[in-house]
Structures are given as C-alpha cells and as structure tokens.
C-alpha cells in the first residue's frame, strides 16, 4: 500500500475562512491566531503539513481587513457621537431659548413638564446664549441605549454646569442616531432638575 502523502493542514484552512469575515473585529483576531498556529503545526509536522502559503495568506488578509475595518468602525462611532452631540445642544437651546416647541425632544407625557421647567429657568437665568457637550457615560438597556453628556451652558445671568441623559434610537436603514430627552440637571441644586419635585416627569393633566 502506498504511503500517504502530507496532507494540508485544517488550522490554515480555518485561518483562511476566518479572514473572509475579517470585517468582524474577533474574527479578524481569530484568523491571525489560527494562521499563525498554522505555521508552527507545519514546520513541526516534518513534511507531513503543508498549508504554509495558506496560513500567510490568511494572516496577511485577516490584518489587512482588521486594520481597514477598525478604522471604518471607529469613523463611524466618531460620526454618531457628533450626532448624539449636535442633537443634545439643539434640544438643551430649545428647551432653555426663544426657539420651536422645547418639549419636542421629550417623550410626549413629559412635554408639558418640559415646557413649564424651561419656561422657569428663563425667568431665574435668562436665555441661554450657548451650550457645549462632552462624552459622559453609555449605558445599553433592553430597549437601545442611554447616554449622559455633561453640558456648559452659558445664559444670560451666568455660567452653569449640568448634565443630561437621553435615550439614542437609530434609524434602521441609515443608522443615523436619534436622541429623547429623559432628564436634565443644572448645577448642583436639586431644584434645578427636570424631572424632579417641582416639575414631575410625568404631566397629571394628560389623558390616561
């Protein structure tokens, strides 16, 4: 019976197959450590593995495609928080300015609320005049995700450091985030607050 001859290794195979989907972040991780694992089975193997030039391959694909996929990805969430921002400081004017109807960017049972907390901080503070965000803490819920930006708001009669949580849906087809407003804080006073005690989240004169 005539021997055997060397046979390709299964690792460069997988490694190969897992560089197609590179695109993926671990997958790309996982055709660089399947290649690689390649390589030491078959210079180890004595001439009974072959599959050398695949593992290179694979390695060399899964690097390439990681790199460029990384950098795609980190564009994009780059773009959406520019977004997330953008929308926040259109809101916060809104709701503290002479713009359109402030509670737009809050669910509807807290557009009165809104209204009425926006209306009292103009009178206590003056119009707002500017507002800048910076990045607070994401937190994924079984419905999307919640995000808190810290806001420097400059109105009339002062400076106020504050924060906000919305709630950020995207649009299936462009992916394009969208922020609701769920609460809004002014400094460190408590009644400075929307939801809170004076101004409830919820509005009792609404239809139940």
């Given at each position: 019976?005539?021997?055997?001859?060397?046979?390709?290794?299964?690792?460069?195979?997988?490694?190969?197959?897992?560089?197609?989907?590179?695109?993926?972040?671990l997958?790309?991780l996982?055709?660089?450590?399947?290649?690689?694992?390649?390589?030491?089975?078959?210079?180890?193997?004595?001439?009974?593995?072959?599959?050398?030039?695949?593992?290179?391959?694979?390695?060399?694909?899964?690097?390439?495609?990681?790199?460029?996929?990384?950098?795609?990805?980190e564009?994009?969430?780059?773009?959406?928080?520019?977004?997330?921002?953008?929308?926040?400081?259109?809101?916060?004017?809104?709701?503290?300015?002479?713009?359109?109807?402030?509670?737009?960017?809050w669910?509807?049972?807290?557009?009165?609320?809104?209204?009425?907390?926006?209306?009292?901080?103009?009178?206590?503070?003056?119009?707002?005049?500017?507002?800048?965000?910076?990045?607070?803490?994401?937190?994924?819920?079984?419905?999307?995700?919640?995000?808190?930006?810290?806001?420097?708001?400059?109105?009339?009669?002062?400076?106020?450091?504050?924060?906000?949580?919305?709630?950020?849906?995207?649009?299936?087809?462009?992916?394009?985030?969208t922020?609701?407003?769920?609460?809004?804080?002014?400094?460190?006073?408590?009644?400075?607050?929307?939801?809170?005690?004076?101004?409830?989240?919820?509005?009792?004169?609404?239809?139940?």
């Amino acid at each position: 019976m005539a021997a055997n001859g060397p046979r390709r290794d299964p690792a460069a195979i997988a490694a190969l197959v897992a560089s197609v989907f590179a695109c993926c972040p671990l997958l790309s991780l996982i055709g660089v450590l399947l290649g690689s694992l390649s390589l030491i089975r078959v210079r180890a193997s004595a001439g009974a593995l072959t599959g050398r030039g695949l593992a290179w391959t694979a390695i060399a694909i899964s690097v390439v495609v990681g790199i460029g996929s990384s950098s795609v990805l980190e564009r994009f969430a780059s773009r959406v928080q520019i977004e997330i921002s953008s929308q926040t400081r259109l809101a916060t004017t809104q709701l503290f300015g002479e713009g359109p109807d402030p509670g737009a960017w809050w669910p509807s049972e807290m557009g009165s609320g809104a209204r009425a907390f926006g209306a009292r901080i103009r009178s206590e503070l003056g119009e707002l005049k500017s507002v800048t965000t910076s990045q607070g803490d994401t937190q994924w819920t079984g419905t999307g995700a919640q995000e808190t930006l810290r806001l420097h708001m400059t109105f009339e009669r002062g400076d106020i450091i504050g924060a906000t949580r919305v709630a950020i849906s995207a649009d299936p087809r462009t992916w394009t985030p969208t922020i609701s407003m769920r609460s809004i804080e002014l400094g460190a006073s408590p009644s400075l607050g929307f939801p809170g005690a004076v101004y409830p989240a919820v509005d009792d004169t609404s239809p139940r």
